[in-house]
């Protein structure tokens, strides 16, 4: 039997991560024995955190770790569980734990998983530098600057490279658990489990859940005064060349300095502000799509269905149908 470490890191938690990933395997534990798969349970179940102290989640929920982490020498997998609130915080509380799934990799070769905004604790293990990683949309721009060394996957809900897992954002985490049972059990404990779950297997993308604020966490002001400049003319013929006039400098070092401040080139803000209230049109209207794509600046429609697909991983028409109450009715 090989065993599973399910981590419940000190500070704010999301509980459904716990209590959603214990069930799912033990839900597959007890499938692939009923089918005669297995004559036992595939994975030992452990609830570790930093000491065996119980952990308050949402101010309500007490959460007790069946055993610290000094009392597993050895593990085969480690899910950790997301954590929200001051991410810079948990990081801080959490530096034995992060050491601890370092040498559970190093000396046991123990694959690991993060789920959610736990790519952090992940990405502070060095484990993942060189490598790809998925995590909750809203922290994208955070995650970036803070961990250089690894390729994030914007898109992604869930991305693996070489043993080392991570999940897009909130509820992704059940598809990043029914994917890995689907590898520990085989696909057919996993589609048991996705349907006893009822969840919406072999989903792999998270950009239609995006919501686009505009990126000004920074301190470049005058890069700030022009993302306002694009959010409020986004219906205009805008340019990366007159964008660089009004920032009084040359093109080159425009588009360096707003690549650094936003993650994304001018050309491509203007089009995610652009994108995110055709989507809003599309949420709340039954404008048809070429009334949509003239009122955020468009006018070639092929351009427009292709730029709509590539931020949100569905075509107009798709989008609308599922977002749009009306249109998903009629």
Known sequence: MKHLSILIPEGDLILDTIVGTLNL?????????????????????????????PIICHKFFEVKPTKSLEEVDTTNVVVISSITGN???ALEKNESL????????????AEVVSLCRSAFILAETGLLNGKSCA????????FEKKYEKI?????????????????????SFLNMIVYLIERYYGREVAIWCSKMGEIDFDRINQNQFIIFNGQKDHADESIKEVQLYIEKNFEEKLSVDE???????????????????????????IQRVR?????????????????????????DEKA???????????????YRKKFNREMAFS
Do not use: C
């Open 87 to 89: 991410i810079d915080q």
């Open 135 to 142: 995590t909750h949309w809203a922290v994208h721009q955070k």
């Open 25 to 53: 395997f033990k839900m597959a534990n007890s499938y692939s024995k009923r089918i005669g798969k297995t004559q036992e349970d595939v994975f030992a179940l452990d609830l570790v955190g930093l000491t065996k102290e």
């Open 151 to 171: 390729q994030l996957m914007p898109e992604k809900i869930i991305s693996e490279d070489n043993g080392i897992y991570s999940s897009g954002g909130a509820y």
């Open 98 to 109: 992060i050491n601890w799934i370092r040498m559970q990799r190093i000396k046991n070769d």
């Open 243 to 269: 964008l660089a006039k009004m920032f009084a400098g040359s093109n080159r070092n425009f588009i360096r300095r707003f690549k650094k401040a936003t993650s994304n080139t001018p050309f491509e803000y």
């Open 304 to 318: 427009f269905r292709k730029t709509f697909k590539k931020y949100t991983g569905l075509s107009p028409f798709e």
């Open 275 to 299: 994108i995110e209230v055709a989507k809003k049109n599309f949420e709340s209207s039954t404008s048809n799509i070429n009334e949509v794509m003239y009122s955020v600046g468009y006018n």
